[in-house]
């Protein structure tokens, strides 16, 4: 059974840097591909990043040279190191598993609250 | 970016209805197309992918339908569990992009 626990979350300054981390007991991260969702207070689902199998990345404009997403292939661990947050990235963070490029989102973590305010 | 646009927004419906969430992209997507059903505080759950295949343990109650542009999830027999807030989402080309989602409450 695939498990996603993330972890990280909090409160922050806008302006600010968080890093979130999403470990994935029971399978190999750098064999799927593996993304960060996440969803504002009452609103929809965005779609922040992704990192493919081959190890190359992929951004949401809205996060484009702000946010950085990586893996710990030696602790099957995903991460998201998040720069100057703004108080627009407040929202809730999924890390979701797809098997390859045009797959679905199969597994999601539980989210970790992010909250960008001063 | 390919934008997905779902309707209605929100859906009345009472136990044992038949009810129709219709999704529409700005350009086609052949297949890939996946819906998911959300409830509130709880991650979205996988109901249906590649536009019509039903994911290992969803009731066979949710079915889904379409191609290229124009896509379908439809629910029969409404049960109480199912009310909740559904999404469309493509995964065609990054950006993926989801629907604004389609809240379904109990008449």
């Known amino acids: 059974e695939v498990q996603l626990v993330e972890s990280g979350g909090g409160l922050v300054q806008p302006g600010g840097s968080l890093r979130l981390s999403c470990a994935a007991p029971?399978?190999?991260?750098?064999?799927?591909?593996m993304s960060w969702v996440r969803q504002a207070p009452g609103k929809g689902l965005e779609w922040v990043s992704v990192?493919?199998?081959?190890?190359?990345?992929n951004y949401a404009d809205s996060v484009k040279g702000r946010f950085t997403i990586s893996r710990d292939n030696s602790k099957d661990t995903l991460n998201l190191q998040m720069n100057s947050l703004r108080t627009e990235d407040t929202a809730v963070y999924y890390c979701v598993r797809a098997r390859n490029k045009v797959a679905p989102f199969d597994y999601w973590g539980q989210g970790t609250l992010v909250t960008v305010s001063s | 970016d390919i934008q997905m646009t779902q309707s209605p927004s929100s859906l009345s419906a009472s136990v044992g209805d038949t009810v129709t969430i219709t999704c529409r992209a700005s350009?086609?997507?052949?297949?890939?197309l996946n819906w998911y059903q959300q409830k509130p505080g709880k991650a979205p759950k996988l109901l249906i992918y590649a536009a019509s295949s039903l994911q290992s343990g969803v009731p066979s109650r949710f079915s889904g339908s379409g191609s290229g542009t124009d896509f379908t999830l439809t629910i029969s027999s409404l049960q109480p569990e199912d009310f909740a807030t559904y999404y469309c989402?493509?995964?065609?080309?990054?950006?993926?992009?989801f629907g604004q989602g389609t809240k379904l409450e109990s008449k």
């Open positions: 029971g399978f190999t991260v750098s064999s799927n591909y």
């Open positions: 990192v493919y199998g081959g190890g190359s990345t």
């Open positions: 350009q086609s997507i052949s297949r890939y």
């Open positions: 989402q493509q995964s065609d080309s990054t950006p993926y992009t």
